[in-house]
């Protein structure tokens, strides 16, 4: 059985896990439902807005079978908030050393955010071989994780920032690439305006993706 810290179960959920930053937490179960049935078991909720941490308790509590992960973890106050909320794992943009160093104990698989190979060898260090490239196109895309893959071997991305389903191939055939996030399949205004048939056709084109 793997570790509680290892990420590498939830990152092999999807191919593309939705980053979602929702205003409204009665709108959480409703779009875990619609992603659930169009075969994506998987959701970050940002907590970017008032509503997150409501809409993750809403998500573990009226569709458990969603593995729920909380994004935009800067603090260690807000992974202990994630994980009392019900968050399965946690993600961050970055990582500071403080924060890795607490969550290696956490209950739940965390992913810090990496941009450099001295980045990602400080985590590697730590104990982390799982990490969160952002902002992936901004910062050399594909080609930039499979120069990173060459010296660092151990480590696997689960790539985000403007990422599209046209550019999304070409990181999930990489083989140090677990999954992308991105935020094309369920993006506030779809959320706000209940337009559930709209994600759950990106859904099912991401999933058909690998
Ligand atoms: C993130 O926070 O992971 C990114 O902002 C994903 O969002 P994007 O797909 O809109 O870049």
Redesign the pocket.
Known sequence: MSKPQDATNVLTLSPVIP?VTIDNAADAAPLARVLLASGIPTIEI?LRTPAALDAIKAIASEAPEMVVGA??VLTEKDLSAAIDAGARYALS?GGTPKLMKAARKASIPFVPGVATASEIMRGLDLGYTCFKF?PAEQLGGATAIKSLGAPLAAARFCP????TPEKAPAYLALKNVLCV????IAPAEYIKAGDWASIEAAAKRAVALR
């Open positions: 980053v940002t994004g935009t943009p952002f985000t920032g403007s990422i996030g991105g935020s094309w």
